[in-house]
């Protein structure tokens, strides 16, 4: 006589953000995920957002400025897809362009920039 299989519901509750692949149920699965922190660039671009806000720039080129250094932020928890990593050149693009070389807020500012270009451009 065969005995009849138990049917099982898998119940997955997450509280927060999923920032990767999730896989429930199934028999001896295996799922190998890479998920990158990398507190240099986190670092750098609290140095820099804080050096903006403290900064002498007109309200409109901060506020392109900060913008653009919160979506770094959120993209930087990101996988980097193809996707990703040109919206970060974007968002670089327009934080270079505003912060100018020689200039006060430059010299403190310019010195995280290759931090942050280097982990999504390599």
Wanted: net charge negative; proline share 3%; aromatic share 4%.
């Amino acid at each position: 006589m065969k005995k009849e299989q138990e049917t099982q519901t898998n119940v997955l509750h997450i509280e927060g953000d999923a920032n990767g692949p999730i896989q429930v149920g199934g028999s001896s699965n295996i799922q190998n995920v890479s998920y990158s922190s990398n507190d240099a660039v986190g670092e750098a671009l609290v140095k820099i957002i804080e050096a903006v806000k403290t900064s002498q720039l007109g309200s409109f080129d901060k506020e392109d400025v900060l913008h653009s250094l919160q979506q770094l932020q959120k993209l930087s928890q990101q996988e980097k897809t193809p996707d990703v990593i040109k919206r970060a050149k974007e968002k670089l693009d327009v934080v270079q362009s505003v912060i100018k070389v020689g200039t006060d807020l430059g010299n403190l500012v310019l010195p995280y920039l290759p931090v942050i270009t280097n982990y999504f451009l390599s």
